[in-house]
C-alpha cells in the first residue's frame, strides 16, 4: 500500500488565540477508508478544508502523491480530489442531472458546457448509485437521502482518486447510513482512498476502517479501528465513560455502578 | 436518456430562434408605433432604402430607431445583470442595484449635473460613480471576516442607503431650476431624448458583457453553490466572481447612466426565463439577454404612445413587472413553502 | 354660603364673558387695525394694517406690489424671480430681496420677521398659519374652469390688503386690462378659432415640450387672440407636455417661447433635426414673449402688453411693441426704457444684449 496522501506538520489557527490544528502529521494509504473522529469542534471539518486547499495554512506541507498541493491548479486539484458537503438546500432549481454533471467541470475548458459523452458518465453513475430514476427531477424535490447520494454521484464524475465526506452520516435516517457505508465499500474495492468525518466511534467500528482520532488540534492515534479505539481513548475525546461490549460502545451502566458504590458516583458526570 | 436530452436541447434551441423572431418582430412594430402616425407601407419602404416623406423619415431616422436600439441594449444589460447577481448571491429574489451601483450612478449624474457638466460627462461620472459605489460595497464586506454573501448584500443596502441620502442632498443642493429638473430625469428612467450616439456608447460594453456572460454561464452555475463547492469543483472562485460582478456592474452602470434607473427588469425576466428552461445558466443566461431586450421594447413602446406626453418607464416596468413577478412566484410556491 | 359662592361665580363669567364678546368684535373689517379678505384658496384672512415685512412667494404678485409703491416692504420673493436681470435693472430695492422657495420653512420666515406670506403653492400654508403669519394663497390658474375674472384676483388681493395708493392703483391696472380685451375684442372680433399655439414654458428649464393647461393665464390669452392653446384638448388628461412624436403630430401653428430660458430653448428649437420637420420652425413661426419686470404672459402690469402683441401676431391688429412696452413700464414702474432696451427684452436678453442664464 503506498502513501497517496501526506500531511506534515500542519498548523491552522483561526485567529491567533484560536489554534485549531497543532503540529499534525499523518499518512493516508491509498485504497484505504479513513474516518476522522473526534469531538463537535475538535477541527475535523478545517482538516479537511485544508486537504482541499480551501484554508490559508500558515505551517505544514500537504502533499498528494508526493506533489504539494498548493502546486496544483485548482482543475488539476479538482481531478484528484473530490469533496462531498453536508447536503444542504440549494436555491436554484437544477435537475438532478444537471447537478451532477458539475462534476465534470474540471475537465471542461473555459466556456464549453458538458458534451454528451459527459452526460454519458452522468447517466451511468447515477445508475451505479441507483439515482437514475431521479435524473429529470429537481434537486430540491427529492429526500435528503438520495440528496446526498446525488452529491455523491456528482464526485463520482469528478473520477478523483480521493473522495472526502464531511460528516455524511449527518442527515440520513438509520438505513440510509447502512447504504452509505455500503457504497463506501464498494468504492474502495474499485481502488478509491476514502476520507470522511463522524463523531460517532460505532460507525467507525462497523466498517472497521482507519481512524484518526482528533483531540486538542492533535491526533491521538491513528490505526485500524478495531485496534485502536477503546474506552480510555473515548473517555479522553468525550469526557464520558464508555462501556466497550461486543464490539460496540455503549453508554455506561451508571446506575449499576452506584448500586455498587452505596448510591455514590464513581465519577463526576457533567 | 439521451432521448431526453436531445428533446430538451430542441425545445432549447426551439425557444431561443423563438424569442430572436420575436425580438425583430418587436422592433419593426416599434418601427410603426407612435404618437405620429406613419403608413405601415412608409416603414418598409424605409428599410428597404426608398424615398418617403420628410417628416415621417426623421421621425424614424431621429426618434424611433435610436430609442428602439437603446431600448434593447438596456433590456440585455439589465436582464443578464440581474442574472448574474441572482447566481453569484445565490438568491433569485436579488436585482441589478443590490451592491448599489445603481443609486451610486444617480449620484454620479447629480454630481455632474450640479457641476453643469455635458451630457456625455454627465453618462461618465454616472458609470464612474457607479463603480466606485460597488468598490466601496466590497470594502465594507471585507471588514468583516465572514466569507458569506449575506454580508455583501447587507453592506449593498448600506452603500445604496448612503448614496440615496446624497441625491436627496445634492436635489436640495441644486440652486437653480435647470439642475433640479435634470437631476429628477435620471431618477425616474426615460429614453426619451436618446440619441444614435447613446446606442454606439452601450455597445461595445453590452456586446463585451454578453460575450463574456455567455462564456461564463455554465461555470456560473457552480459559483452559485458557494466558494468551497466552487473550489473543489475546480473553479478559480475569486477569479470568476471578480469578472462576474465587475460585467454586471458594468452593464448596469452603463444603462443607468444613458437611461436612468429602470426598476424590475432584472429582478422579473430571470425568473420568467427560469420558469419556462429551468435554472441552468447556459440556457438562462442567452435567454434572459433576448427576454429583457424584447420586455425593454414593449415597455418603451407603450410608455411613449399610450399618451401624449412621456410616462415614466419605472411605472410600465412596475405596472407589467409587478403581476409577471407575482405569476414567478406563484408557479413557486410550493418551493417556498 | 354656597349661594353667595354660586352668585359671584355667576358675576364673574357674566362679566367675563361680556369682556370677551366685547373684544370678539376686534376681527371686523370695520376696525382699524386689521382687514379680513377671503384669498384665492377661498379661505378667510385677517391681516394687520400695519404689514411691512412680506414675503411675496408669487412672481406676479411682487411685480403688482413693487407697481403700486409697495416694494419696499417686500422681505424675500420666489428666486426664479432675481433671476430676470431687468426685475432688478428696474427696481435695484430686487437685489436685496431674499430667495425663497415654495417649501421655505415657518421658523425663517419667523426668524426674517415676516408678517405676511402671499404664496402661488399653499402646501406649506398650514404651518405658516400655525405659526402665526398671515397667508394669502394667489393662483395663476383657474382650478375649475377658464381663468377669466380670476386674473384680477391677486392684485385686487394686495390693494384691499394694503389700501390707499396701492387700492388706487389696483383698480387702475384691472380696468387696463379690462379696456384692452374689450378694445382688442371690438377690433378683431370674437371667433372660435382652433388654430394651435403651442406655448413654452420657460420659467423653468423642463424642456421644450413643458407648457400649461387649459384654465391658465396663457389660455386667456390666446383666447383673446383668437387662437387655441394646443396643450388645451389634453386637459382632461392633465397633461401639460407633451412627447416627440405628439408634439410632431400635432405640428402647431405657431410655437411661442416664454420665461428666462428662452434663448437656450429657441436654440435647442432650431438645431434638433427632429425639430426641423415643424411647419412652424420652416416657416419661421417661433415667436418669444418678452421678459420684462417678469416674463409677461404671467399675470402682471405687464398683461396688456402681452394681450395686444398676441393679438397682432395673429390678426390684423395694430401694435407697436417698443411703443407699447415704454409706454407699460414708464406708467407701473416709472421707469425709462430705450428702444435696444426693449429689444432686448423682446428676445429674452438682459440689458446688455447677453443671454440672462449663464450654465
Known amino acids: 500500500m503506498s502513501t497517496i496522501l501526506q500531511i506534515e506538520n500542519l498548523s491552522f489557527a483561526y485567529e491567533k488565540s484560536n489554534i485549531v490544528l497543532n503540529d499534525l502529521s499523518l499518512k493516508i494509504q491509498k485504497g484505504s477508508i479513513n474516518a476522522v473522529l473526534g469531538r463537535n469542534g475538535c477541527g475535523k471539518s478545517t482538516l479537511l478544508d485544508c486537504i482541499i486547499n480551501f484554508n490559508q495554512y500558515e505551517e505544514g506541507i500537504i502533499l498528494l502523491n508526493g506533489r504539494n498541493i498548493r502546486d496544483f491548479s485548482n482543475k488539476e486539484l479538482a481531478r484528484n480530489i473530490s469533496y462531498i458537503s453536508q447536503s444542504t438546500i440549494i436555491n436554484m432549481n437544477f435537475t438532478v442531472k444537471e447537478f451532477i454533471s458539475f462534476g465534470r467541470n474540471p475537465y471542461l475548458k473555459l466556456g464549453s458546457s458538458p458534451s454528451k459523452e459527459d452526460y454519458i458518465k452522468v447517466s451511468f453513475i447515477a445508475k451505479k448509485c441507483g439515482v437514475e430514476h431521479l435524473l429529470e427531477k429537481h434537486i430540491n424535490k427529492i429526500s435528503g437521502g438520495e440528496r446526498q447520494l446525488v452529491f455523491i454521484c456528482r464526485a463520482l464524475v469528478q473520477e478523483t482518486e480521493v473522495l472526502i465526506f464531511d460528516e455524511p452520516t449527518a442527515s440520513l435516517d438509520f438505513g440510509n447510513q447502512y447504504k452509505l457505508f455500503d457504497l463506501l465499500k464498494l468504492l474502495q474495492k474499485e481502488g478509491k482512498t476514502i476520507i470522511f468525518t463522524t463523531h460517532n466511534p460505532n460507525q467507525v467500528l462497523e466498517l472497521d476502517s482507519n481512524v484518526i482520532v482528533l483531540g486538542d488540534g492533535k491526533i491521538l492515534c491513528n490505526g485500524k479501528a478495531s485496534e485502536v479505539l477503546n474506552a480510555t481513548l473515548l473517555e479522553k475525546i468525550y469526557d464520558y465513560k464508555f462501556i466497550k461490549e461486543h464490539n460496540v460502545f455503549r453508554y455506561s451502566k451508571y446506575e449499576k455502578q452506584k448500586v455498587n458504590n452505596g448510591g455514590k458516583p464513581t465519577k463526576n458526570i457533567g | ?337 | 354660603m354656597k349661594k353667595l359662592l354660586k352668585m359671584i361665580l355667576c358675576d364673574v363669567m357674566l362679566i367675563c364673558g361680556v369682556t370677551t364678546l366685547s373684544s370678539c368684535n376686534t376681527n371686523s373689517s370695520e376696525n382699524p387695525t386689521t382687514i379680513t379678505v377671503t384669498d384665492m384658496e377661498g379661505t378667510e384672512v385677517t391681516i394687520s394694517n400695519d404689514v411691512d415685512h412680506v414675503a411675496c412667494i408669487s412672481p406676479s404678485a411682487t411685480d403688482f406690489m413693487i407697481s403700486f409703491g409697495l416694494g419696499d416692504k417686500i422681505v424675500g420673493t420666489y428666486r426664479s424671480f432675481t433671476y430676470n436681470s431687468w426685475a432688478i435693472e428696474m427696481y435695484p430695492s430686487a437685489a436685496n430681496y431674499k430667495a425663497y422657495s415654495y417649501s421655505v420653512s415657518a421658523e425663517e420666515l419667523l426668524a426674517d420677521e415676516i408678517d405676511l406670506v402671499i404664496i402661488q403653492d399653499t402646501e406649506n400654508a398650514e404651518s405658516f398659519r400655525n405659526a402665526g403669519i398671515p397667508v394669502i394663497g394667489v393662483h395663476q390658474y383657474s382650478p375649475t374652469g377658464a381663468f377669466d375674472d380670476e386674473v384680477f384676483d391677486t392684485a385686487r388681493l394686495i390693494g384691499d390688503i394694503f389700501g390707499g395708493d396701492a387700492k388706487i392703483k389696483a383698480d387702475a391696472w384691472i380696468k387696463d386690462v379690462e379696456d384692452t380685451i374689450s378694445d382688442i375684442q371690438n377690433e378683431i372680433g370674437i371667433t372660435n378659432s382652433e388654430e394651435p399655439i403651442y406655448y413654452v414654458n420657460g420659467e423653468k428649464a423642463k424642456g421644450l415640450y413643458y407648457s400649461d393647461g387649459g384654465n391658465s393665464m396663457i389660455s386667456r390669452i390666446y383666447d383673446v387672440a383668437n387662437v387655441r392653446l394646443a396643450t388645451e384638448k389634453y386637459e382632461v388628461l392633465n397633461v401639460h407636455e407633451v412627447s416627440d412624436e405628439e408634439m410632431i403630430s400635432l405640428n402647431p401653428y405657431v410655437m411661442m417661447i416664454g420665461g428666462t430660458y428662452q434663448n437656450i430653448l429657441s436654440d435647442e428649437l432650431t438645431t434638433s433635426e427632429v425639430w426641423s420637420n415643424l411647419d412652424c420652425n420652416k416657416e419661421d413661426r417661433v415667436y418669444r414673449i418678452p421678459v420684462c419686470m417678469l416674463g409677461i404672459e404671467n399675470v402682471s402690469c405687464e398683461t396688456p402688453v402681452m394681450l395686444k402683441y398676441t393679438a397682432s401676431l395673429f390678426n390684423d391688429y395694430d401694435f407697436d411693441i417698443t411703443v407699447e412696452v415704454k409706454e407699460n413700464i414708464k406708467k407701473y414702474f416709472d421707469y425709462e426704457l430705450t428702444d435696444s432696451d426693449v429689444q432686448n427684452m423682446i428676445r429674452g436678453l438682459d440689458k446688455d444684449g447677453n443671454d440672462m442664464i449663464n450654465e
Open chain 2, 1 to 337: 436518456m439521451n432521448k431526453k436530452g436531445d428533446k430538451e436541447n430542441r425545445r432549447f434551441l426551439i425557444i431561443t430562434v423563438g424569442l430572436v423572431f420575436l425580438l425583430l418582430l418587436t422592433f419593426f412594430f416599434s418601427m410603426f408605433i407612435g404618437r405620429y402616425h406613419i403608413a405601415v407601407k412608409d416603414v418598409f419602404l424605409y428599410f428597404l432604402g426608398q424615398q418617403i416623406d420628410d417628416v415621417s423619415g426623421d421621425v424614424i431616422t431621429y426618434l424611433r430607431i435610436p430609442r428602439t436600439l437603446v431600448a434593447i441594449m438596456v433590456g440585455c444589460s439589465l436582464s443578464i445583470s440581474g442574472t448574474i447577481y441572482q447566481s453569484v448571491f445565490n438568491n433569485k429574489l436579488v436585482s441589478p442595484g443590490i451592491l448599489g451601483v445603481s443609486s451610486g450612478a444617480s449620484v454620479g449624474a447629480c454630481l455632474a449635473i450640479l457641476f453643469g457638466f455635458s451630457s456625455f460627462m454627465i453618462s461618465f461620472s454616472a458609470f464612474i460613480v457607479g463603480f466606485i459605489a460597488v468598490f466601496l460595497t466590497l470594502l465594507i464586506a471585507r471588514l468583516f471576516n465572514n466569507k458569506s454573501n449575506i454580508i455583501l448584500i447587507l453592506s449593498g443596502l448600506a452603500v445604496g442607503g448612503l448614496m440615496s441620502s446624497l441625491v436627496g442632498l445634492m436635489k436640495y443642493l441644486a440652486d437653480s431650476e435647470m439642475q433640479l429638473a435634470e437631476m429628477t430625469f435620471w431618477l425616474l428612467g426615460d429614453i426619451s431624448g436618446t440619441t444614435i450616439n447613446d446606442f454606439w456608447i452601450l455597445l461595445p460594453i453590452v456586446i463585451v458583457g454578453c460575450f463574456i456572460s455567455i462564456i461564463l454561464s455554465w461555470r456560473l452555475n457552480i459559483v452559485s453553490l458557494g466558494a468551497k463547492e466552487a473550489k473543489t469543483l475546480g473553479v478559480n472562485y475569486k477569479a470568476t466572481m471578480a469578472v462576474l460582478i465587475v460585467i454586471a456592474t458594468a452593464l448596469t452602470a452603463v444603462s443607468v447612466s444613458i437611461s436612468g434607473t429602470i426598476g424590475w427588469i432584472g429582478l422579473v425576466i430571470p425568473n420568467i426565463v427560469r420558469l419556462l428552461v429551468g435554472s441552468n445558466n447556459k440556457k438562462v443566461v442567452p435567454l434572459s439577454m433576448l427576454g429583457g431586450a424584447i420586455f425593454m421594447v414593449v415597455v418603451d413602446m407603450l410608455a411613449r404612445s399610450l399618451a401624449p406626453n412621456e410616462i415614466p418607464l419605472s411605472v410600465i416596468t412596475g405596472l407589467i413587472g409587478t403581476p409577471l413577478f407575482v405569476f414567478a412566484i406563484f408557479k413557486r410556491r410550493k418551493e417556498i413553502q
